[in-house]
């Protein structure tokens, strides 16, 4: 049996080896795999109850102006040159123009109407002693144009008025305005129906205060010491023509 025998080349160049060992501990996990999503539970949603909201009623005018002192006032006795009630004394006397009509437009006359108007709720809410803002409030409910409409419609029903004082209204009804958000809220019938009681009542300021005292007296303002009846109801009446 031949031996076989390996000697190195002298010119042979010696190598060395070397071993290593991976001592880096690895996930138990690739982390470059997507994250696996948990199921989603089938939840049943409950539907939530009905919210009711409350109804706001807002009172009429009408009721507005029944809000009257529980305690009558006694009449005031007072000599005939100082009454108020009814004469024209109480109110600023107005400038002498024998044809209003004639020298201002409907707009002017509505525009001092509108202040004359508010004397008149200002008084009938005087008495009893209120604060600031209930005076306001109370005020500011019957001098709103829905207001003053609603009056308007209640007088067209009977014949308190005469056949000039309803050509007034027509007049006063076609005022030409600019659209402010009180028309936009209200409408333009509602807005051009209380510009024509305005005018009406800047009319007879001019004109007549004691029939301006009994219209006002007809539409429920009074004094705390008037016997006036209040007006009750609103009927539905037709619009001036």
């Known amino acids: 049996m031949a031996i076989l025998t390996w000697t190195p080349s002298p010119t042979a160049v010696p190598m060395a080896v070397f071993a290593s060992w991976d001592i880096k501990q690895r996930p138990s996990y690739n982390p470059n795999a997507p994250p696996k999503l948990k199921p989603i539970p089938d939840l049943k949603v409950q539907p939530s109850p009905p919210i009711t909201l409350p109804t706001r009623t807002d009172p009429s005018v009408f009721d507005i102006l029944k809000q009257r002192p529980t305690q009558e006032l006694a009449p005031v006795k007072v000599d005939s040159d100082e009454t108020y009630l009814g004469y024209e004394r109480w109110l600023p006397s107005p400038p002498k123009v024998e044809k209003p009509r004639s020298v201002f437009n409907a707009a002017t006359l ?57 050509d007034v209204l027509r007049w006063g009804k076609n005022i030409n ?11 333009a019938a509602v807005y051009n129906r209380a510009s024509s009681l305005e005018t009406l009542i800047g009319y007879l300021y001019l004109t007549n205060v004691n029939r301006l005292e009994k219209l006002m007296l007809r539409l429920g303002f009074s004094t705390g010491a008037s016997a006036e009846m209040i007006l009750k109801e609103m009927n539905v009446a037709k619009p001036v023509e």
């Open 110 to 166: 509505a525009y001092i109407g509108d202040c004359i108007y508010e004397l008149y709720a200002r008084r009938h809410f005087l008495y009893p002693p209120l604060s600031i803002e209930d005076y306001n409030d109370r005020v500011t409910s019957v001098v709103r144009c829905e207001a003053q409409d609603a009056l308007l419609l209640d007088l067209l029903n009977d014949s308190f008025l005469s056949s000039t004082e309803r």
């Open 177 to 187: 305005s600019a659209k402010t958000k009180t028309k936009k809220r209200a409408g």
